[in-house]
């Protein structure tokens, strides 16, 4: 088989015939779509043997409510693909998104395929701002060259923008980090191939729709898993720039990074209706000069807003920056 799309299932009947059905015309003549119900409470688990039922393609698994991460591990064991691709349950996909990427990953013999995404952000029902990326060009980048080229590669973060070859994650027992629930599971997912990749794909176009609902979505919510995730992200990926050199190629994209991490951190309790007591945004905020002060960043890259939030945590002014917060993402 070509090809395992693993798609996690949990609550999204709403969504989820639509995320599955754009992917069953695809132009790969041996490919599975496979819907892990991790316990759904509504009628996700009834839709996904419906579709089954409909579409040879399909293949369905019920387990236990185990989370996301869980999910794709239970599917990564089983999964009869060359390559595997992620979905999650409320997205869609354009075409291609499985045929051309797996084209790719052949033609290269790549350990992964990095390719282009669309991003929209949307809360109760109308979208508040989008974006779309994809790499500027086809291109197979190889040992050293993977980390020169780091800016390039690690654009785009969701490892629904990426395809990977299964014999190359079990080699190296890349799976997912089942503690985290609330987001950054990917980052951690994406070091891993990036530590121990061979070769690296890049294909210049779009085929993933990455559509964020804060109703729905478990990235959204401000809790202490998700700050656990940030930081054990952050801690991963600088660790990762020191080590392989990215911070002597390109120091710049290097602070531009570690502060990315910090600016999620300390706006994390705001954004979108969500609330967060001054105490917690005390103990996030000391956390994060912690970080800032060990990863010693280069202050002059920053732009603007992330000068100010520098300046603020470096003065231990969090009261002032809890309140800039409060005003600006009220």
């Known amino acids: 088989m070509k090809v395992s799309v693993i798609i996690p299932v949990y609550n999204s009947e709403n969504y989820l015939r639509k995320a599955v059905e754009c992917l069953v015309h695809e132009e790969c003549d041996d490919y599975e779509i496979m819907l892990i119900d991790d316990g759904s409470t509504d009628n996700s688990g009834k839709i996904c043997d419906e579709l089954a039922a409909e579409y040879p393609q399909i293949v369905v698994y019920h387990k236990k409510n185990g989370g996301m991460c869980s999910a794709r591990n239970f599917a990564l064991d089983k999964a009869k693909g060359e390559y595997v691709t992620f979905?999650?349950?409320?997205?869609?996909?354009?075409?291609?998104?499985?045929?051309?990427?797996?084209?790719?990953?052949?033609?290269?013999?790549?350990?992964?395929?990095?390719?282009?995404?669309?991003?929209?952000?949307?809360?109760?029902?109308?979208?508040?701002?989008?974006?779309?990326?994809?790499?500027?060009?086809?291109?197979?980048?190889?040992?050293?060259e993977i980390f020169k080229n780091y800016r390039e590669i690690r654009h785009s973060n969701g490892v629904w923008t990426g395809m990977f070859k299964k014999s190359f994650l079990d080699e190296h027992n890349i799976r997912f980090?089942?503690?985290?629930?609330?987001?950054?599971?990917?980052?951690?997912f994406n070091m891993a191939t990036l530590r121990y990749a061979n070769v690296i794909a890049m294909n210049p176009h779009s085929y993933y729709v990455w559509m964020r609902r804060f109703e729905h979505s478990s990235s959204a919510?401000?809790?202490k898993n998700r700050i656990d995730g940030i930081y054990k992200a952050a801690k991963e990926e600088r660790a990762l720039m020191i080590e392989r050199k990215v911070r002597d190629y390109d120091y710049r994209m290097y602070s531009t990074t570690v502060m990315n991490f910090v600016n999620e951190t300390i706006i994390a309790g705001f954004a979108f209706g969500n609330t967060c007591p001054y105490n917690f945004f005390k103990e996030i905020a000391t956390e994060s000069r912690k970080y800032l002060v060990e990863s010693k960043i280069l202050k002059s890259s920053l732009d603007f807003k992330s000068k100010v939030v520098y300046d603020l945590l470096m003065l231990k002014a969090y009261h002032l920056l809890y309140i800039l917060c409060k005003v600006v993402y009220r």
Do not use: Q, W
Not at 119 to 144: H, L, Q
Not at 177 to 188: F, K, P, S, V
């Open 87 to 144: 979905m999650d349950n409320d997205d869609i996909c354009r075409k291609g998104f499985v045929a051309d990427n797996y084209n790719i990953g052949i033609k290269y013999n790549a350990d992964v395929v990095r390719f282009g995404r669309e991003y929209y952000v949307i809360n109760n029902g109308k979208t508040v701002s989008s974006d779309i990326y994809a790499p500027e060009r086809e291109i197979a980048f190889t040992g050293d």
């Open 177 to 188: 980090d089942e503690t985290l629930r609330h987001g950054h599971e990917d980052t951690l």
């Open 221 to 223: 919510k401000i809790n």
